[in-house]
Nanobody, 125 residues
């Protein structure tokens, strides 16, 4: 297992941008698919998007397409979530997660089993 630590959250006005980082420990990070999830107050955790380990294919949920971009730097063992055109409804705790290379990394039923502690993103109107 790799250990994950998110950073980069904060308070931003609607229309602004943030870049979240997820730093992973462990030399085998390149063999893990990586995903981002979020959980707003009173709501269930929801899948945001992910990037594969093998060819860096990307998957984004419809509600963030055109606004959020996931990338990874295996040399730095870090995954990023660039968030542009933020909306108040994007307010949530954002989590990164990993799934081993042979596990399902996109919906339905993605198989992520390793999580960071989360970072708060607050978008004011």
């Amino acid at each position: 297992q790799v250990q994950l630590v998110e950073s980069g959250g904060g308070l931003v006005q609607a229309g602004g941008s943030l870049r979240l980082s997820c730093a992973a420990s462990g030399r085998t990070f390149s063999r893990y698919n990586a995903g981002w999830f979020r959980q707003a107050p009173g709501k269930e955790r929801e899948f945001v998007g992910a990037i594969s380990w093998i060819d860096q294919s990307r998957y984004n949920e419809d509600f963030v397409k055109g606004r959020f971009t996931i990338s990874r730097d295996n040399a730095k063992t870090t995954v990023y979530l660039q968030m542009n055109s933020l909306k108040p409804e994007d307010t949530a705790v954002y989590f990164c997660a990993t799934a081993l290379w042979d596990r399902r990394w996109t919906p339905p039923n993605p198989e992520y089993d390793n999580w960071g502690q989360g970072t708060q993103v607050t978008v004011s109107s």
